[in-house]
C-alpha cells in the first residue's frame, strides 16, 4: 500500500524558514515527478514546486527564490525548503507523486499525502 506522510509543517514568523519533508512508502518513486502542493482556507489548491525524476524542477512564481524542492531517491523523499516565509504562505501542504506524467497537471498526481499546516504569522 501506497503512503505519502509528510512532515515538519508548524507555525512560525514571518522572515523564518521552514523545511518539510514527504516519505514515501510501499513503492520506489525514483523514477516518477513528485510535487508540493498547497492550500490555504478558501482558496483552491494550487501548485508550489515540483521535481521530476531528473531533477529538474519547477516554481509558483509566488515561491520563486524562497522555496527549493529536493529529493533523495535512496530514502523515497522529497523535501521543500521554506525560507523568508511570508504570511500569505499559511496554508495545508500536501506532496504528491505522478506516474503517469513528467510535466504532471493536478489531476494527473496519482498519489497524495495527508497535508501538513504551515502557519506564518506577521
Known amino acids: 500500500q501506497v503512503q505519502l506522510v509528510e512532515s515538519g509543517g508548524g507555525l512560525v514568523q514571518a522572515g523564518d524558514s521552514l523545511r518539510l519533508s514527504c516519505v514515501a512508502s510501499?513503492?520506489?518513486?525514483?523514477?516518477?515527478?513528485m510535487a508540493w502542493y498547497r492550500q490555504a482556507p478558501g482558496k483552491q489548491r494550487e501548485l508550489v514546486a515540483a521535481i521530476t525524476s531528473g531533477g529538474s524542477t519547477n516554481y509558483a512564481d509566488s515561491v520563486k527564490g524562497r522555496f527549493t524542492i529536493s529529493r533523495d531517491n535512496a530514502k523515497n523523499t522529497v523535501y521543500l525548503q521554506m525560507n523568508s516565509l511570508k504570511p500569505e504562505d499559511t496554508a495545508v501542504y500536501y506532496c504528491a507523486v505522478s506516474i503517469r506524467a513528467t510535466r504532471a497537471k493536478e489531476y494527473e498526481y496519482d498519489y497524495w499525502g495527508q497535508g501538513t499546516q504551515v502557519t506564518v504569522s506577521s
Open positions: 510501499g513503492r520506489s518513486f525514483s523514477s516518477y515527478t
